[in-house]
């Protein structure tokens, strides 16, 4: 069977990783055109990462009118996504976008008019969804092990100091780190209890990261001797920040490596509470001043079910009216890229693609879980629950 063509937009750290992904172990898929709006990045990125044989391009309309692929993968910076994704699905291109789908109300109505104009398919890149844990808890939920989900709650402790050295920072950019990176749980939340949102209301802060520190960079800083967050680049790495990011910066301005206590206007603790069409609720923390603790807990009216990263790769469910408890064993998978989860989140695009059933999850699920970190974020300004469906119209997402 001929290859499926893809089009990469945005050869940036995501980019890059799909390149290697579908090289090294998606033999239904190639790579035949990249873009990037950076020429100098694209240049060295594609020579340092030896990307494979393909056309190049600079502007993404070019990319779209040479016809060369039969699917686009954006993964361009969050704030982008709704004028990328927008012109391919009216070019008529099938359309993977990696998270989260939108940073605002405006670009998610704009993004899911599209999609419904559109026969082509849309892929959202949620590779959490891939996680065997994720999708464990989710077949023992839908098989009834814990009767009707009434109440949810997840908690997330990440290290993130990655996001304070980039644009992630910046809510022009992100709308926040609940958008940028809570729109993967938020989206397993969604998915175990199958509904939609109508209300959102949370609280949030910068307590830990962002400052006044004015140094040019982590690399370019007198505090790597007292710096708790001092970032040590090996030879190889520097070699990478100064070729694909320090150099191609002059084309754009864009920052690689800021000081994590630097300007930033973006909060770093959130918690945030989801009321569910279907009338349950659920509540999310994430932080990013933490070191990798993660749980999440359903309860139903016939028990609960637990998957906490401390009790390594397990789920717990505890069954009501003396049912007892049950440990299940679910094996991560240690292979590269996310776990794996990436691979075979491509594995059921190809699917997809080959027979027309939509495999992964499609833009509305996107914006059911953006939606829910974009609302978080105006009640976090304006000290008030917000209703989904002064947003966008709840029809486009449920
Ligand atoms: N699912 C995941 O686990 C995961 C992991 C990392 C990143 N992501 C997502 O992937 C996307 C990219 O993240 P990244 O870390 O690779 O960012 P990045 O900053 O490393 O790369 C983005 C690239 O896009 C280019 N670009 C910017 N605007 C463009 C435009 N309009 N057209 C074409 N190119 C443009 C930039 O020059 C840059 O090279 C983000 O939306 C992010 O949320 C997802």
Same mark, same amino acid.
């Given at each position: 069977?001929?290859?499926?063509?893809?089009?990469?937009?945005?050869?940036?750290?995501?980019?890059?990783?799909?390149?290697?992904?579908?090289?090294?172990?998606?033999?239904?898929?190639?790579?035949?055109?990249?873009?990037?709006?950076?020429?100098?990045?694209?240049?060295?990125?594609?020579?340092?990462?030896?990307?494979?044989?393909?056309?190049?391009?600079?502007?993404?309309?070019?990319?779209?009118?040479?016809?060369?692929?039969?699917?686009?993968?954006?993964?361009?910076?969050?704030?982008?996504?709704?004028?990328?994704?927008?012109?391919?699905?009216?070019?008529?291109?099938?359309?993977?976008?990696?998270?989260?789908?939108?940073?605002?109300?405006?670009?998610?109505?704009?993004?899911?008019?599209?999609?419904?104009?559109?026969?082509?398919?849309?892929?959202?890149?949620?590779?959490?969804?891939?996680?065997?844990?994720?999708?464990?808890?989710? /077949?023992? %939920?839908?098989?009834? #092990?814990?009767?009707?989900?009434?109440?949810?709650?997840?908690?997330?402790?990440?290290? *993130? &100091? $990655?996001?304070?050295?980039?644009?992630?920072?910046?809510?022009?950019?992100?709308?926040?780190?609940?958008?940028?990176?809570?729109?993967?749980?938020?989206?397993?939340?969604?998915?175990?209890?199958?509904?939609?949102?109508?209300?959102?209301?949370?609280?949030?802060?910068?307590?830990?990261?962002?400052?006044?520190?004015?140094?040019?960079?982590?690399?370019?800083?007198?505090?790597?001797?007292?710096?708790?967050?001092?970032?040590?680049?090996?030879?190889?790495?520097?070699?990478?920040?100064?070729?694909?990011?320090?150099?191609?910066?002059?084309?754009?301005?864009?920052?690689?490596?800021?000081?994590?206590?630097?300007?930033?206007?973006?909060?770093? /603790?959130? %918690?945030?509470?989801? #009321?569910?069409?279907?009338?349950?609720?659920?509540?999310?923390?994430?932080?990013?001043? *933490? &070191? $990798?603790?993660?749980?999440?807990?359903?309860?139903?009216?016939?028990?609960?079910?637990?998957?906490?990263?401390?009790?390594?790769?397990?789920?717990?469910?505890?069954?009501?009216?003396?049912?007892?408890?049950?440990?299940?064993?679910?094996?991560?998978?240690?292979?590269?890229?996310?776990?794996?989860?990436?691979?075979?989140?491509?594995?059921?695009?190809?699917?997809?693609?080959?027979?027309?059933?939509?495999?992964?999850?499609?833009?509305?699920?996107?914006?059911?879980?953006?939606?829910?970190?974009?609302?978080?974020?105006?009640?976090?300004?304006?000290?008030?629950?917000?209703?989904?469906?002064?947003?966008?119209?709840?029809?486009?997402?449920?």
């Amino acid at each position: 069977m001929a290859k499926i063509k893809v089009g990469i937009i945005g050869t940036g750290d995501r980019g890059t990783s799909f390149v290697k992904v579908i090289q090294n172990e998606i033999p239904e898929l190639e790579v035949v055109a990249v873009a990037d709006t950076n020429p100098v990045r694209l240049e060295s990125v594609s020579k340092l990462h030896e990307y494979p044989p393909c056309e190049k391009f600079t502007s993404v309309d070019d990319l779209l009118n040479s016809n060369l692929a039969d699917v686009i993968m954006v993964t361009t910076p969050d704030w982008t996504h709704a004028e990328v994704l927008v012109k391919c699905m009216e070019k008529g291109y099938h359309v993977f976008c990696d998270k989260p789908l939108a940073i605002n109300p405006q670009q998610t109505k704009q993004i899911l008019e599209a999609a419904r104009k559109t026969k082509k398919m849309q892929f959202m890149g949620f590779n959490m969804r891939y996680n065997s844990q994720f999708i464990k808890m989710h /077949q023992i %939920i839908e098989d009834g #092990e814990i009767g009707s989900v009434l109440s949810g709650t997840a908690y997330s402790g990440y290290e *993130g &100091t $990655g996001y304070f050295r980039r644009w992630h920072k910046f809510r022009e950019k992100s709308e926040g780190l609940i958008v940028h990176k809570g729109c993967h749980l938020i989206d397993i939340m969604n998915w175990c209890i199958g509904s939609y949102p109508v209300k959102v209301y949370a609280e949030g802060r910068q307590c830990h990261f962002g400052g006044d520190k004015k140094w040019e960079g982590c690399h370019k800083c007198d505090e790597t001797e007292t710096c708790p967050y001092a970032r040590k680049l090996s030879e190889k790495d520097s070699k990478l920040l100064e070729e694909i990011y320090i150099k191609a910066a002059v084309v754009d301005g864009y920052t690689r490596n800021y000081c994590v206590f630097s300007p930033s206007n973006c909060p770093d /603790q959130y %918690i945030v509470t989801i #009321e569910y069409s279907n009338g349950v609720i659920a509540s999310f923390t994430e932080l990013f001043f *933490g &070191t $990798g603790v993660m749980f999440m807990c359903f309860a139903g009216d016939k028990g609960e079910i637990v998957v906490d990263s401390l009790v390594k790769d397990t789920i717990t469910v505890i069954g009501k009216y003396g049912k007892g408890k049950k440990v299940y064993e679910v094996k991560k998978e240690t292979k590269m890229y996310h776990g794996g989860a990436d691979i075979e989140m491509m594995k059921d695009m190809v699917k997809s693609l080959e027979t027309g059933n939509h495999i992964l999850p499609g833009f509305k699920e996107g914006a059911k879980s953006s939606i829910i970190g974009i609302a978080a974020m105006i009640s976090i300004d304006e000290k008030r629950p917000v209703m989904i469906d002064q947003l966008v119209p709840l029809g486009l997402i449920k």
